[in-house]
T-cell receptor, first 112, second 115 residues
Framework: EAEVAQSPRYKITEKSQAVAFWCDPI?????LYWYRQILGQGPELLVQ????????DSQLPKDRFSAERLKGVDSTLKIQPAELGDSAMYLC??????????FGQGTRLTVV | AQKVTQAQTEISVVEKEDVTLDCVYE???????LFWYKQPPSGELVFLIR??????QNEISGRYSWNFQKSTSSFNFTITASQVVDSAVYFC????????????FGTGTSLTVIP
């Protein structure tokens, strides 16, 4: 069964360091989402891609976060420099129709 | 603006009891979709169901059933004869074409089924 792949599953980094997460969506899915989920809360959208174009990045803290999907397939989310408040689960999802989203297992980030 | 409210933060039930998870939503769009996702301890979000705003027919899938009522802006989820494997956090979500099919999630309800 096709699934969204994310790596790494867990990441511990020191404050002010750079960190990157990778996502490979389900083959053929044009829409890709990055969500951040703080412990005890629901996921919140950081950025949405349609193919290689950014559709919505209004909630992305652009002073430290960046996201790219250069060939319209896999995607990378980067944080530089990481702050303590960035500790969260980072979830990637993809969709072919926009009518449902399939999520990866997420990357659990801890900033110390 | 879209908003999803899950007022129940945590629920505990004894195995085999029925349990209903509440979801109330707000939207000005006439075309929208409602979802339920399950998040087990491993962290991934597992899709359970999608309903569109024009289809208020209730749905049953095995032990799961969903009650969509536009009049009260609610989309409640019932698990019949709960099992320990149902223990997870459940999220209700909303998406609408006018907001780019972005998913808006509630804060989740943590369900614990006690054996």
């Amino acid at each position: 069964e096709a699934e969204v792949a994310q790596s790494p599953r867990y990441k511990i980094t020191e404050k002010s360091q750079a960190v990157a997460f990778w996502c490979d969506p389900i083959s053929g899915h044009a829409t890709l989402y990055w969500y951040r989920q703080i412990l005890g809360q629901g996921p919140e959208l950081l950025v949405q891609f349609q193919d290689e174009s950014v559709v919505d990045d209004s909630q992305l803290p652009k002073d430290r976060f960046s996201a790219e999907r250069l060939k319209g397939v896999d995607s990378t989310l980067k944080i530089q420099p990481a702050e303590l408040g960035d500790s969260a689960m980072y979830l990637c999802a993809s969709s072919s129709t926009g009518l449902e989203a399939f999520f990866g297992q997420g990357t659990r980030l801890t900033v110390v | 603006a879209q908003k999803v409210t899950q007022a129940q933060t945590e629920i505990s039930v004894v195995e085999k009891e029925d349990v209903t998870l509440d979801c109330v939503y707000e939207t000005r769009d006439t075309t929208y979709y409602l979802f339920w996702y399950k998040q087990p301890p491993s962290g991934e979000l597992v899709f359970l169901i999608r309903r569109n705003s024009f289809d208020e027919q209730n749905e049953i899938s095995g032990r799961y059933s969903w009650n969509f009522q536009k009049s009260t802006s609610s989309f409640n989820f019932t698990i019949t004869a709960s099992q320990v494997v149902d223990s997870a956090v459940y999220f209700c979500a909303l998406s609408a074409v006018n907001t780019g099919n972005q998913f808006y999630f509630g804060t989740g309800t943590s369900l614990t089924v006690i054996p």
